[in-house]
């Protein structure tokens, strides 16, 4: 067997019943790795240009790395992917936690979903079986009380992937939650929706298997090795950095506020103090606490930027109670808080100017920094309720369905909505939003500016193995097609491994670090070029299977507001990025056609002959 995998991936129809275990490919798992790269190859040969993302043949994917649970930092990710009901193109989501740990240790690298079941129903994974159970005592129940009455039934160790209600109802915002009120998310896309459409429930997953390296003291050494690249070492210093980032948000205009209208708000990072905090949350393995986490008169809430921006500065409000309210529903529903947070705030912009009315939004005044609206509007969406029907499917086809200038105030790339971080603050975050694969998403598109000088930080802004040994101005427009191109390729590959993005697609570490570490595990002799050409790849491949849906240049832009309206205040004051210089730039390092169609010239130097038809020639 293949070092540094198990060799098996769980197959479900639910249409059928049947379960199956497919055996590894190891020329397959050199060439897309795992994770991401497994996913955008499944999806390649098993969906088509016309299958609707609702459809039963549609996959679901539940996907780990041959790093997955093993002792490299940040190293417990998990990747959900399929064709987006959000979105209708590819779409894929991550999930931190514990589920890719109990995964790798139940003996599989990964999960594949299809068919719908005749009733509710769940999965129980565990050390290398699978059952489909009935769900139906589960169906109607929010996130936190699935994944309760799931760990009684199996085991108090098991890992729940739920939805809540908003996936059994199809709300196109709705993720996927794990670890129950730790609150983990795969939230992006509406992968929720797909696995409700599915009835499932859940997948539940217990592990008690060791994992198989090749050289596991020198994949350890390697491990100890990459945590001294990162800048935040003591898990007590976390909180303090994590406080001052937010902070160099506002300080340099990146902070979306009232719908991306405006540069400043005024109550600045509003940090609860009077909560007493409880401990801070993280995944295993990591030294960096990216959730703050509080103790309230009834019980532990948490929180996370991802979701004080959109639901917070972005709709005007600074009641962090109330924030935190409407997470926590959020995740009991089982809603991407991101979404959310700028659905709410687009139609507190119609609202302003007109184009809804009380009558349109069951009575609710949707005035900026109605903390009481936001909450009642998350809690509508969650149970797709009156107005909160429409502002479920997304802000893109609510805009459609509104009319008139509801499109001006619709912020999403592709439909999917952007994410807490004004794309004006740096020119590499802007290009990466308009040329990610899934739409307008930070992970993805936050590699960039780690080469772009727009935070003091005590490591040099540069990659030498990227070919970038000079940090460029982040109000720079050349060089960054080059830049963004090489950080999503880089990025392909951590999502690959899986490693989570966060702090490691950054200057510090480098694609030499994570070569030596795949290399450890596998027994591979992969070079770092090899390595990043894989990345290449991975890119290419997500990006024609939305090709293969309709996608191209005319679908690489950001919202009006962000190419034509000029902030008068902040630190991203009368910037806007030049996207189209940026895209031809981009296109060409990419060998992709003006149109952004992958040539084929690029195609067969990748390797991906099997997509040649739908290639420019």
């Not at 769980?10 to 497919?22: H, W």
């Not at 948490?302 to 009641?319: D, F, K, Q, R, S």
Request: net charge negative; with cysteine.
């Amino acid at each position: 067997m293949l070092k540094g995998y198990n060799g098996a991936i769980v197959r479900v129809d639910l249409t059928t019943g049947k379960i199956s275990y497919e055996k590894g490919d190891e020329a397959i798992a050199r060439k897309y790795i795992g994770g991401v790269g497994l996913a955008a190859k499944m999806l390649w040969d098993e969906t088509t240009r016309d299958m609707e993302p609702f459809s039963p043949e549609n996959p679901l994917l539940f996907m780990t790395g041959p790093l997955s649970g093993s002792p490299v930092p940040k190293s417990s990710r998990c990747i959900l992917a399929g064709i987006s009901p959000l979105t209708g193109i590819y779409g894929q989501a991550h999930s931190g936690g514990s589920l890719a740990d109990e995964l790798r240790h139940a003996g599989f690298d990964g999960i594949v979903v299809q068919g719908q079941a005749e009733r509710p129903v769940y999965l129980w994974v565990h050390d290398r079986k699978a059952e489909i159970r009935d769900a139906g005592h589960l169906w109607g129940k929010d996130t936190y009380e699935v994944a309760d009455l799931l760990q009684k039934e199996t085991d108090a160790k098991a890992c729940p992937a739920c939805i809540g209600q908003a996936g059994e109802r199809l709300v196109r915002l709705a993720g996927v939650m794990n670890d129950g009120r730790q609150g983990r998310a795969a939230a992006r896309c509406g992968l929720g929706a797909l696995m409700g459409s599915k009835r499932l429930k859940a997948i539940v997953v217990r592990g008690t298997l060791p994992l198989d390296f090749h050289d596991e003291s020198k994949l350890r050494e390697g491990a100890r090795s990459i945590l001294q690249l990162f800048p935040v070492k003591k898990r007590e210093d976390a909180m303090e950095t994590h406080v001052t980032m937010f902070k160099n948000f506002f300080t340099f205009g990146r902070v979306p506020v009232k719908n991306w209208s405006e540069g400043v708000f005024e109550p600045g990072y509003v940090y609860p103090e009077d909560m007493r905090k409880a401990t801070q949350m993280h995944c295993k393995r990591c030294p960096y606490e990216c959730t703050e986490s509080y103790l309230t008169p009834d019980g532990q809430r948490h929180m996370v930027w991802e979701a004080w921006g959109p639901l917070g500065t972005n709709c005007l409000i600074a009641n962090p109670e109330a924030l935190q309210e409407a997470y926590t529903l959020c995740n009991k529903y089982g809603i991407d808080a991101i979404s959310t947070g700028t659905v709410v705030s687009f139609a507190m912009e119609c609202f302003e100017k007109g184009l809804i009315t009380k009558e349109d939004t069951d009575g609710i005044e949707l005035t900026w920094g109605n903390h009481l609206a936001m909450i009642e509007m998350v809690r509508k969406i969650g149970e797709r309720e009156g107005f909160g029907e429409l502002l479920g499917e997304g802000v893109k086809r609510a805009a459609d369905r509104i009319g008139g200038l509801a499109s001006e105030y619709a912020m999403h790339v592709k439909g999917l909505e952007m994410p807490a971080h004004d794309p004006r603050a740096t020119a590499g975050l802007a290009l990466g939003y308009a040329t990610g694969s899934i739409g307008a998403a930070h992970m993805e598109a936050s590699g960039s500016q780690n080469l772009e000088n727009w935070l003091e930080v005590d490591q040099p802004r540069t990659s030498p193995e990227l070919g970038f040994p000079v940090a460029l101005g982040r109000f720079d427009t050349e060089g960054k097609g080059a830049i963004v191109a090489k950080t999503q390729d880089f990025g392909c590959l951590l999502d690959s491994l899986t490693i989570c993005l966060f702090l490691s697609l950054h200057q510090w570490v480098q694609p030499s670090h994570y070569t030596a570490l795949l290399n450890s595990a596998t027994g591979w002799d992969m070079t770092p070029e090899e390595f990043m050409l894989v990345g290449e790849r991975i890119f290419n491949l997500k990006r024609l299977i939305s090709v293969r849906r309709g996608i191209s240049r005319k679908d690489d832009t950001l919202p009006p507001r962000i190419l034509t309206h000029r902030l008068s205040e902040g630190g991203t004051r009368g910037n806007l990025p030049n996207l189209g210089v940026m895209l031809n730039e981009y296109y060409s390092c990419r060998g992709w056609s003006e149109e952004g169609i992958p040539t084929r010239e690029k195609l067969t130097e990748l390797g991906l002959g099997e997509c040649l038809e739908h290639a420019i020639i």
